[in-house]
């Protein structure tokens, strides 16, 4: 059975930090890409950032270019999200996904979905 976790959600002030992990298990976690999705509230769930694996490469949503970093560890099973610079606007529930294939930002391309951990930048 697979199973995504994430931790490490919370509120924080415009212009700090927050990271977030993902815990990933019932599955070969370097054979899938993996990728950080959100959805705030009456919003669609959208893509923010994602590891590829063959080949291997991450792909930023514009809106997080320079501010947030994804990082993976293969022995942990754990990919990583650093968000620095936080804005307002990054306000949303966060969701780790996993899918077989390549990193794709459509959120209905991927198998695998974690619970979601809420962020909350104050302004």
């Known amino acids: 059975q697979v199973q995504l976790v994430e931790s490490g959600g919370g509120l924080v002030q415009a212009g700090g930090s927050l990271a977030l992990s993902c815990t990933a298990s019932?599955?070969?976690?370097?054979?899938?890409?993996m990728a950080w999705f959100r959805q705030a509230p009456g919003k669609e769930r959208e893509f923010v950032v994602g590891?590829?694996?063959?080949?291997?490469?991450?792909y930023y949503a514009d809106s997080v270019k320079g501010r947030f970093t994804i990082s993976g560890d293969n022995v942990q099973n754990t990919v990583y999200l650093q968000m620095n610079s936080l804005k307002p606007e990054d306000t949303a529930v966060y969701y780790c996904?996993?899918?077989?294939?390549?990193?794709?930002?459509?959120?209905?391309?991927?198998?695998?979905w974690g619970q979601g951990t809420q962020v909350t930048v104050s302004s």
């Open positions: 996904a996993a899918e077989a294939y390549a990193l794709n930002t459509n959120a209905n391309a991927y198998t695998y």
């Open positions: 019932g599955l070969t976690f370097s054979n899938y890409a």
């Open positions: 590891i590829n694996r063959t080949p291997s490469f991450t």
